[in-house]
């Protein structure tokens, strides 16, 4: 076979180690299920007005099989008497990637990405009724479709191959989701995802630390904004995760309020929910911290109840615990310590058994983190995630987020000097054999290190 050298683009490459594997891996559990055809394409490139495209984002199950990540690629599997794994991607075209970028194209996109066979996209529609015939099974991503036009052109080409065989070939007349299989199998991040994901959560613990140090009185939110874009950036991330939440005063108790015009002011606390993407994983930080550098004593005494509660909920990230048990540590933590400064009344149990932290904290204290910051995966066993299933445990390789808050929006009820006091905390985990792994602790947490810091 002849060498390509790679396009000299700047794309930058993600660790492929794992990509062919996770297809061996695939085509094997296809196998398990009588054999068939795969179809997997990456994502649709969306218009975001008149003839201007939203950046370009593949297909997170597609990227996780693949490496690839043009737009207009496919990626096809057969599991049969000899396993194949071919991808349909864009030609060369010089004229064309003079206006758009570099490309791979099929050639040296199979040598690198390690595919059997790589094919013009252009080949798809007269290619795919052709591997279907003698395929009885087809598989795709039925409950998680990458784009409208998946499951209509897959209709198209089963029924061309079911009109070309004249019953003398098997076509797939059995569709299989591969959603869950791809979940599970999304859950436990090998170790150069963990690496990536470990390289994600420093760029933007420091985006954080640019933030806090650059906060002042007087600033609007897009300034802070504005200095997490710029390092996340500048140290290759190549997008944010989700939306940057920057959130001045009493802002911070709207849970997705996004970094808009607010100005802080002298004595509030500014809230920053905001992480990179790095080769196409995710990095999810919260902190919280005063504008002026140093927390009034309301303030503090909310903190620490929503540190605790962290520091709860880090204690029961580990393989002896299931999923809810780091929710139900945090709960209780922050259900007492409302008791404590009088924002709730009554006994800690009858407390908990009514909920009567709700309005103070009306989110879970964690979700799965991975190529997607919300990922993939069943909180409940395995195979079905519905509300009879037990807990799921956590296992070595799991990554997830610890985030819990308080929030307290004026009300007559609540002593005044609380108002407007909206605080989370949130680190990302890697569950470890023993314990957990807080890999976004770069930035400061304790109130003492965050004063110091903004001291600087
Ligand atoms: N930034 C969204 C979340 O924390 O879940
Ligand atoms: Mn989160
Ligand atoms: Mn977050």
């Known amino acids: 076979m002849t060498s390509h050298t790679p396009p000299p683009f700047a794309l930058h490459a993600p660790d492929l180690s794992g990509n062919t594997s996770r297809r061996e891996q695939l085509l094997a559990w296809m196998r398990s299920q009588g054999g068939g055809i795969a179809v997997i394409p990456t994502a649709p490139e969306r218009a975001r007005n008149r003839d201007n495209h939203y950046s370009f984002r593949h297909d997170s199950d597609f990227f996780y099989l693949t490496g690839f990540t043009e737009p207009h690629a496919w990626l096809v599997?057969?599991?049969g008497d000899q396993d194949q794994s071919i991808l349909f991607c864009e030609s060369k075209n010089a004229e064309l990637e003079l206006w758009n970028g570099v490309r791979w194209g099929p050639e040296a996109a199979a040598e690198h990405f390690g595919f059997e066979r790589a094919?013009?996209?252009?080949?798809l529609d007269e290619t795919l009724p052709e591997l279907m015939l003698g395929q009885p099974r087809l598989f795709t991503t039925l409950s998680r479709p990458a784009g409208p036009e998946l499951l209509?052109?897959?209709q198209t080409w089963v029924t061309q191959a079911t009109q070309s065989s004249r019953g003398t070939r098997a076509t797939p007349h059995h569709w299989l989701d591969l959603s869950e299989v791809l979940c599970e199998m999304r859950l436990i991040k090998d170790a150069g995802e963990q690496r990536t994901?470990?390289?994600?959560?420093k760029i933007s613990a420091q985006g954080h630390v640019r933030a806090m140090q650059t906060a002042q009185p007087g600033k609007h939110e897009f300034e802070l904004e504005a200095e997490l874009l710029y390092t996340f950036r500048k140290?290759?991330?190549?997008?944010?995760?989700y939306n940057s939440i920057v959130a001045a005063g009493a802002n911070a108790c709207i849970l997705h309020h996004a970094a808009g015009n607010s100005i802080m002011r002298d004595g509030d606390l500014v809230l920053i929910d905001a992480g990179c993407e790095l080769d196409g994983y995710a990095s999810d930080i919260t902190r919280t911290f005063p504008a002026n550098g140093k927390f009034s004593g309301p303030q503090r005494a909310l903190y620490e109840i929503v540190l605790a509660a962290q520091e709860a909920a880090a204690a029961c990230t580990s393989p002896a615990y299931h999923w809810n048990a780091g929710h139900d540590a945090a709960v209780s933590v922050l259900t007492q310590g409302l008791l404590d400064?009088?924002?709730?009344?009554?006994t800690l149990e009858q407390a908990l058994d009514t909920a009567a932290y709700k309005p103070f904290y009306m989110h879970r204290t964690g979700h799965w983190l991975g190529m997607d910051v919300h990922d993939v995966g069943s909180y409940r066993m395995p195979p079905a995630a519905n509300e009879d299933r037990p807990w799921r445990m956590l296992e070595s390789g799991m990554v997830l987020t610890i985030e819990p808050g308080l929030y307290v929006r004026p009300d007559e009820n609540t002593p005044e000097e609380f108002w407007g006091i909206g605080i989370r905390i949130e680190d990302d985990a890697i569950v470890t054999d023993q314990g957990c792994a807080l890999i976004t602790r770069d930035v400061?947490?304790?109130?003492?290190?965050i004063e110091a810091l903004m001291r600087g």
């Open 444 to 449: 400061p947490v304790a109130i003492d290190e």
């Open 119 to 123: 094919l013009d996209i252009g080949c």
């Open 235 to 241: 140290h290759g991330a190549q997008a944010v995760a």
């Open 197 to 201: 994901m470990r390289a994600a959560a």
């Open 152 to 154: 209509p052109r897959l």
């Open 341 to 346: 400064v009088g924002l709730l009344k009554g």
């Open 77 to 79: 599997l057969i599991a």
